[in-house]
């Protein structure tokens, strides 16, 4: 079967996509579970202590409302540090001398929301994967405290976060959701949550009142920690948590029984640019304060808080409302929260917790018999009981209150071992799913690199063997992975993800891999035997590798082999930099060697064979026809390298590489990304704060308008007076919402959500795509004309950017506006000029694409995703649109580098028919080969210290990077449709 390079590269790119799904659903693991389902069973038996007990009941609560207040992205330092003395007086005062106990309490990673309610309420550690689900939050189905609590008949009232009302549906017998997505709103959000405090504090018909605010985290994704909003809003929440501590003590006044409680936490911190999903210390640490008449007031001086696991909460909360300890919690009792009852209670307390995470255990590991902890708590079971008999006998000495403290400490050291050995058993792999999807993906980079020397060729088009899809070999080996399969799922004491799956998928997959090994093996085969045979056409096989050459495949090289170490990782922006500039040194020797040293006819074409007569003849003509259609179609003229030499174009040619150097050194210094530099100051941060506003509307302003210059010149009159009115919409919506200010306008208090004026903007974007669409469409239906495609393809280019430049920060349109700058530069006075091929270009794009990633501030960690970006326009949540705008706004760059290659490719395949199939190939390769890479890595490197702070997000960006390739190169292969007729 015969196939163009750019459909065989896109039909292995769509096979690597499922091997690299099929990976990450092997890679993030399940997370510690019970099987015994969801409710929790009877309290365990206790220690052997006497005839009398009361064990076998739960306990009984230690108060009687419990008020919950989380406030969304809190960072410890906000209460702890300067910011809470200053704008948090009465919580300040209550942490030092008031009845209350505080924490630091640690999050796992990722810190977004959704996973970390999870945590609180189950005091489970909820998978990494779940990152990806934190935008559509199902229903919560474990055991968890809130579950727990509605069948004990507590009556719980919850407002704010609509999270909690997906993840506990027909759970509160009175709430009000807020959506949590709108991240423009600060304000009406806490408003919307606040509005019924004095109502449901006077009221008697409760037991647990939960609260998320979530105006601080809008915040901080706005403007980041320290925006002047901060303070302001860290004085409403103190002045909420003085009204309802307050409300709470007046309840006690004439009620002489159980105390009342109010907890104040966060589900996660921010990081110091206001974002959250990663590991640092903004991120991970948040306050947890216990405030209750039950504690004594605090004397002595203060010691700092104490650091504890966000998923301790959960048990705390459990044995203080009365209830059963959920099945799958890992926590661990905060002892100092029931240290004012008796130490028998003390004890009986960590008995259960401790009971409870030894079932969890036993129910998890094999060989649990064997851990340090389950012995500890073991040999703490029989000091307890000893304890009891002396209890019981009634013996009051000294003995009894120093075996006591003893089984509390030997309880306590119990309780921390155990949980650390759970915790541990959340990096518990399904290998045999992550084992398929490597193979998978393996069997792709190979077939992929054994086919370079065809689909590279002039024809770019290569005969696929069927013969060996109906060997012996084939039906051998799909035999023999069928075998392995039963045996691997009939023997596994947990059945993973791929024996999970229906049996005629499962064989659909064996069978894809028996046939890619077969196609390897045949290609494997030819190319010995054509090794061995002599070459009929000796000029075919003199190619030549240039200095240029070398570099990309060192590079390229290079980077892959980058991935290895963490700091390369989180520090990849440096990589791509290096490589960037110094391909922008080598291409200022290229274009010097071109105009200075080269004699005509001299140039090589790289990466290719010399053409024969004829093709050099109808390559002069075509090329003539190439440089007409993008640039100098109105002046008619005609560009060649002798006519070039003597005037302006040679000079900007020779200027091209240093303007590129010098923009890309300004960029660097936009956004400071990664980690170990990503805390200083930069210039996005000057232009961001709120003395500069008039600095940032100028520099959008001119933004702006050099957008409008660089992208008009090749659309139509209708496009770029869409283009202009787009553009005047992008900076009125960024006006309305308040970054940045028009002349007239004299201060901030019409701010805006924005939404008119960003859909407008949405008008303009799909009327330019769709003008551009019918263009493709009159191209490939009822004409071959270039031009028509070219311009097609160029007006789709040019919605995107208008897309792009609504969704980036305004500080951020510097790095389209380089973009589109690089891109006409090289465009006009290097790669043309110059010959390069399609493979060379395709690569180039490929690196600058990688690069403007990270311009954009960018990193390999989670909480440099603008979500802002994916609810522009929006006056709710719509989870597609959301899930679009957020994905286009992250990858702007690398997708505006990929679409404008295609419409360089389009333009010259009057030159090489062969253009767009070339850069398709090279394009597939350069994604699949890091992937691969990366994966075979990350297994081997799956207990690494780093694995979930720096090696898993970086794997969940490269797997969306193939999806996102996998879209691109679908519309390469649909532009490449007329291949076969031009060549």
């Not at 028996?514 to 093996?521: D, F, M, R, T």
């Not at 560009?639 to 050194?665: D, F, K, N, Q, Y």
Request: charged share 15%; proline share 5%; hydrophobic share 45%.
């Amino acid at each position: 079967m015969r196939l163009r390079s750019g459909v065989f590269a896109f039909c292995c790119l769509l096979v690597q996509a499922l091997g690299v799904a099929l990976f990450l659903r092997g890679f993030f693991p399940a997370q510690v579970r019970s099987r015994a389902g969801a409710p929790a069973g009877p309290p365990p038996e206790p220690p052997p202590p006497g005839s009398s007990s009361n064990w076998s009941k739960v306990p009984s609560p230690l108060f009687k409302k419990v008020v919950i207040v989380l406030i969304d992205a809190l960072r410890d330092d906000f209460v702890f540090g300067s910011k809470g003395k200053q704008f948090m007086p009465h919580t300040t005062q209550l942490i030092e001398r008031g009845t209350s106990h505080s924490f630091r309490a640690e999050a796992k990673p990722p810190t977004v929301t959704m996973p970390r309610i999870k945590a609180l309420t189950t005091g489970s550690i909820p998978g990494f994967i779940d990152v990806v689900t934190n935008l559509n939050s199902p229903a919560l189905l474990e055991d968890n405290v809130i579950w727990q609590a509605k069948t004990a008949g507590k009556r719980i009232i919850f407002y704010g976060d609509d999270t909690w009302v997906r993840l506990f549906p027909k759970h509160f017998v009175e709430y009000d959701g807020t959506t949590s997505f709108f991240v423009s709103d600060y304000t009406e959000v806490d408003d919307n949550v606040t509005r019924h405090l004095d109502n449901v504090l006077k009221r008697e018909d409760w037991d647990l009142l939960i609260l998320h605010y979530l105006g601080l985290d809008h915040i901080g994704h706005l403007s980041g920690p320290n925006s002047p909003l901060v303070g302001p809003k860290l004085s409403e929440m103190d002045k909420i948590i003085q009204k309802i501590h307050t409300a709470l003590l007046s309840k006690l006044e004439g009620d002489a029984t159980l105390p009342h409680l109010l907890v104040i936490c966060g589900d996660h911190g921010m990081s110091d640019t206001g974002s959250h999903g990663g590991s640092s210390e903004g991120e991970v640490h948040t306050p947890l304060l216990f405030i209750s008449s039950a504690f004594d007031r605090r004397s002595g001086p203060l010691e700092p808080p104490k650091l504890v696991q966000q998923t301790d909460l959960a048990v705390t909360l459990a044995l203080g409302l009365g209830l059963p300890i959920s099945r799958n919690s890992i926590g661990n009792l905060l002892l100092p929260v029931v240290q004012q009852r008796t130490m028998r209670e003390q004890l009986r307390y960590l008995h259960l917790n401790g009971f409870q995470l030894s079932l969890l255990l036993q129910e998890n590991m094999p060989t649990y018999e064997k851990d340090p902890g389950f012995e500890q708590f073991k040999m703490a079971e029989k000091s307890h009981g000893s304890w009891i008999k002396l209890y019981l006998e009634g013996n009051t000495s000294e003995v009894l209150i120093n075996l006591g403290k003893k089984v509390l400490k030997q309880y306590l050291q119990a309780l921390k071992i155990l949980g650390s050995s759970l915790s541990n058993q959340v990096a518990q792999y399904d290998m045999y799913s992550m084992i398929v999807g490597t193979v998978i993906v393996l069997e792709v980079v190979l077939l992929l690199l054994l086919s370079i020397p065809k689909a590279l060729s002039r024809r770019a088009e290569f005969e696929v063997p069927l013969s060996p899809l109906s060997s012996l070999l084939f039906y051998l080996m799909c035999l023999t992975l069928c075998a392995i399969h039963v045996v691997v799922c009939t023997s596994a004491e947990s059945l993973c993800y791929f024996c999970n799956i229906s049996w005629l998928t499962a064989v659909g997959v064996i069978m894809l891999i028996s046939g890619l090994l077969c196609l390897i093996l045949s290609a494997l085969e030819k190319m010995f035997v054509n090794s061995k045979q002599p070459t009929k056409n000796p000029a075919a096989s003199d190619s030549s590798w240039s200095e240029l050459d070398v570099l990309i495949l060192a590079g390229t090289i290079g980077h892959v082999s980058s991935l290895s170490a963490s700091s390369f990782i989180e520090e990849e922006h440096q990589t791509w930099y290096f490589l960037i500039n110094t391909l922008c040194l080598a291409l200022c020797q290229e274009v010097c060697r071109h105009y200075f040293l080269a004699r005509d006819g001299d140039l090589q074409l790289p990466f290719s064979v010399k053409p024969s007569p004829e093709e050099v003849k109808g390559t002069s003509h075509n090329k003539c026809n190439a440089e007409l259609l993008p640039d100098d179609s109105k002046t008619g003229k005609v560009t060649t390298p002798e006519t070039a030499r003597g005037g302006s174009e040679m000079w900007m040619a020779l200027a091209t590489p240093w303007v590129i150097l010098i923009c890309c050194r300004l960029l660097r210094s936009l956004n400071q990304t990664g980690v170990q530099w990503a805390h200083r100051p930069d210039l996005g941060h000057w232009l961001t704060s709120s003395e500069h506003k008039a600095e940032l509307s100028l520099l959008a302003l001119v933004c702006l308008v050099m957008i409008f210059i660089l992208v008009q010149r090749r659309c139509s009159l209708v496009s770029k007076i869409a283009m202009a009115l787009g553009l005047l919409g992008v900076y009125s919506y960024r006006a309305a919402v308040g970054n940045v200010i028009f002349p007239w306008q004299q201060d901030s208090k019409d701010i805006s959500k924005g939404i008119i004026e960003a859909r407008f903007v949405y008008v303009f974007v799909l009327g330019i795509v769709f003008s551009g669409t019918k263009d493709l469409l009159k191209s490939q239906v009822l004409s071959t004309d270039s031009k028509i495609k070219f311009a097609g393809l160029w007006e789709i280019y040019s919605g995107l950017v208008l897309l792009a430049a609504l969704l980036f920060r305004p500080h951020n349109l510097p790095v389209l506006v380089f973009c589109l700058l690089i891109q006409a530069m090289m465009t006009k006075y290097v790669w043309r000029p110059l010959e390069f091929d399609a493979a060379q270009v395709t690569i180039m794009h490929y690196w600058f694409g990688q690069a403007f990633f990270f311009f954009q501030g960018n990193s390999n960690g989670i909480a440099s995703v603008d979500v802002s970006a994916g609810f522009v326009g929006l006056d709710n949540y719509v989870e597609i649109p959301a899930v679009f705008l957020t994905g286009f706004a992250t990858y702007a760059g690398p997708l505006l580098w990929a679409i404008h290659l295609l419409c360089y490719l389009s333009s010259e395949v009057n030159r090489n028919p062969a253009a767009m199939g070339h850069g398709c190939f090279c394009y597939v390769l350069l994604r699949s080969i890091p992937v691969a890479v990366y994966i075979v890595l990350v297994t081997g490197l799956r207990y690494h210290l780093f694995i979930w702070s720096v090696f898993s997000p970086k794997l969940l960006y490269e797997g969306v990077h193939v999806f996102i390739t996998a879209a691109v190169c679908m519309f390469f292969t649909a532009m490449d449709q007329n291949h076969s007729s031009r060549v």
